[in-house]
């Protein structure tokens, strides 16, 4: 979504402001634009396109100043443009960038231009800077001006505000997006997250619902919802800068891919003994929580979900708990049924997914016993609204589409089903054998990865394809979602998944020589079954590439095309490793079609927007 870098210091802050742009490109944008004080105004400039574009300008037309505000745009309301780029302005006077949805901003346009006010965008963030204008016009400063102006907002936001009234002032706020406080050495910042800041700083402060805070080169204050003074504290992040370059890969995220078997090391790291899940790994008192557990709901959007419905196979397979898995958008606009002692799960990397946080919300007034976060950013909202917590520890991912988070949070909704397993009284011969197999799910990714080739050559087969099916069954049936979900966001071409036993209610129309077919094939009790469906697809000419379990390849004959083995572990790895195959078909696939990988086009890496 969109991103906010701001900074005043005693130095000039434009490198500080375009590079953390830069940095927040991952998310997904379609314009940029700075504002920087100067001497009794604020110069201004915008552009559609790429930060790259913006730098141009800057070239031609050059700013400096030691205080400024810069954006990067998603477009929600109004095309992407020039004129509906952050920073808005009020005059040259007041400048204010934007992340969320303003819901009221229809009316408030109306009061506001019933008041004078002329409008220059069609974006609902405009509505704000002319509020603020009109507020200090009353003899109110920055500070109180923003706070008053955000009493009349409904919806999501974060924001940063300069004045040119206000030397080396920033003011920022935020309700229901995420912002960040980069507190430097006689500099400080304000940012959507901490990635665009860690060059400048290691500290921050995560500001709370309702905070809003005023800082200068030399200080901050903040005051909360009930506009009290409030200290936060200030926290030291450990992520390197590094970590969120790309290094020797040609894209992010290629490097994410190969980063997942230490990703997923790093999840189990402190977790998992050699024959055990380790006590109280989501949260003190978590055992005596989980004791209880007799339903599971788990809520989620776009891959974090898929990680929620293999869990769910998992989940009544091993543990014999009834689990419903939904997405976080329609969960959240009915009213859901909640069995006595169900547990509620939100799976989000940003932990600032907006469906899935008002789901989350939800729930802790809907009478679950409790809720449990999957999640990878420990200082977002998800991890702070919910009473346990099992982070995910993928480190930083850049790319838009998912991968090292997707395979973790596999990995971490794994943990809490051996646990649910063992309290529910599995076997402890068959229980430790699980264990035992986690343990060695890093050493099979490795291995995984070692097709990398294999499918960089499979993917000149797909230059003219227009379309592709993925079929599984079982816990795999959500993986052939995901590898369906991967290859549209990055190469374009449209995919379906389906549950291979429902090829032959309508699916099996599209089948022909031009449409290829891809089946995860583990060795389980559903093998049998998922090779007659492929024989349904061989017969009618269908293109065939099966990703099978070595232990199975043999089952397959000449007739079923293309046949790629890998050791997959068992039950309980298998989708995590066959996830492996067709992340990296996704992303050759891409790249021999030149799309943008790590920036599709529409998309966003965090919605936090509905």
Not at 371 to 377: D, H, W
Not at 432 to 449: C, I, R, S
Request: proline share 4%; charged share 20%; with cysteine.
């Amino acid at each position: 979504m969109c991103g906010i870098v701001a900074a005043s210091a005693r130095r000039n802050v434009r490198d500080i402001l375009i590079n953390g742009l830069h940095t927040l490109e991952y998310r997904g944008y379609d314009s940029a634009g700075i504002a920087i004080q100067q001497d009794g105004y604020l110069a201004r400039e915008r552009s559609a396109g790429k930060v790259r574009d913006l730098e141009t300008l800057l070239e031609q037309r050059p700013i400096d100043g030691h205080c400024g505000i810069s954006h990067t745009r998603w477009a929600t309301h109004g095309v992407p443009n020039t004129e509906n780029a952050h920073p808005h302005a009020s005059g040259d006077q007041l400048a204010l960038v934007h992340n969320g949805i303003i819901e009221n901003h229809e009316e408030l346009r109306q009061e506001l231009q019933l008041a004078g006010c002329r409008f220059s965008s069609d974006t609902d963030t405009e509505v704000m800077v002319h509020l603020i204008a009109g507020l200090m016009d009353t003899g109110l400063d920055l500070h109180s001006a923003v706070r008053k102006a955000v009493e009349r907002l409904r919806g999501a936001f974060a924001i940063a505000v300069v004045s040119a009234a206000e030397p080396g002032v920033v003011v920022g706020a935020r309700s229901g997006s995420p912002l960040v406080l980069g507190v430097g050495n006689g500099e400080n910042f304000l940012a959507s997250d901490v990635y665009p800041l860690l060059n400048e700083t290691d500290r921050f402060v995560f500001l709370e619902e309702g905070d809003a805070v005023r800082l200068n080169h030399a200080g901050y204050e903040i005051v909360d919802a009930h506009d009290e003074l409030v200290e936060r504290p200030v926290k030291r992040v450990e992520t390197r800068a590094d970590a969120v370059q790309r290094g020797d890969y040609p894209h992010y995220m290629l490097k994410e891919i190969f980063e997942q078997p230490q990703a997923v090391a790093e999840t189990l790291e402190g977790r998992l003994s050699a024959k055990a899940v380790l006590p109280n790994i989501f949260g003190v008192g978590a055992e005596d929580i989980l004791k209880r557990v007799r339903n599971v709901h788990i809520v989620a959007c776009g891959t974090a979900y898929h990680a929620g419905l293999v869990a769910r196979y998992q989940l009544e397979q091993l543990a014999g708990i009834p689990c419903h898995a939904e997405i976080a958008s329609e969960y959240r606009y009915r009213k859901p049924v909640v069995p006595e002692n169900t547990l509620f799960i939100a799976v989000s990397q940003s932990g600032e997914t907006a469906d899935t946080l008002a789901a989350l919300k939800h729930a802790g007034q809907a009478g679950y016993l409790s809720t449990l976060a999957i999640c990878n950013v420990a200082e977002s909202s998800v991890v702070r609204e919910a009473e346990l917590v099992l982070m995910t520890r993928a480190g930083p991912e850049i790319g838009v589409a998912s991968t090292k988070a997707f395979t973790t949070q596999l990995v971490a909704l794994q943990l809490l089903v051996l646990e649910l397993s063992r309290l529910n009284g599995m076997q402890k011969a068959e229980y430790e054998g699980y264990v035992a197999d986690l343990n060695h799910l890093p050493e099979l990714l490795n291995e995984a990865l070692s097709l990398d080739s294999e499918f960089g050559r499979l993917a000149g087969a797909f230059m003219d394809k227009n379309h592709a099916l993925f079929l599984g069954r079982g816990s795999h049936y959500p993986i052939a979602m995901e590898g369906a979900l991967k290859l549209k966001e990055i190469s374009y071409i449209h995919a379906e998944s389906y549950a291979a036993g429902e090829l032959k209610h309508g699916p099996l129309a599209l089948v022909d020589a031009e449409m290829p077919v891809f089946a995860v094939a583990p060795n389980n009790i559903l093998l049998e079954k998922l090779i007659s469906n492929i024989e349904e697809v061989s017969t009618r000419g269908g293109e065939l590439y099966v990703i099978a379990d070595t232990k199975v390849m043999s089952s397959f004959q000449q007739r079923h095309g293309h046949i790629i083995g890998l050791d997959t572990g068992g039950a309980l790895l298998s989708p995590v490793v066959m996830t492996i195959p067709l992340q990296l078909l996704a992303y050759h696939v891409a790249v021999q079609r030149g799309t943008d990988v790590d920036q599709p086009r529409n998309l966003a890496k965090s919605v936090t927007v509905e």
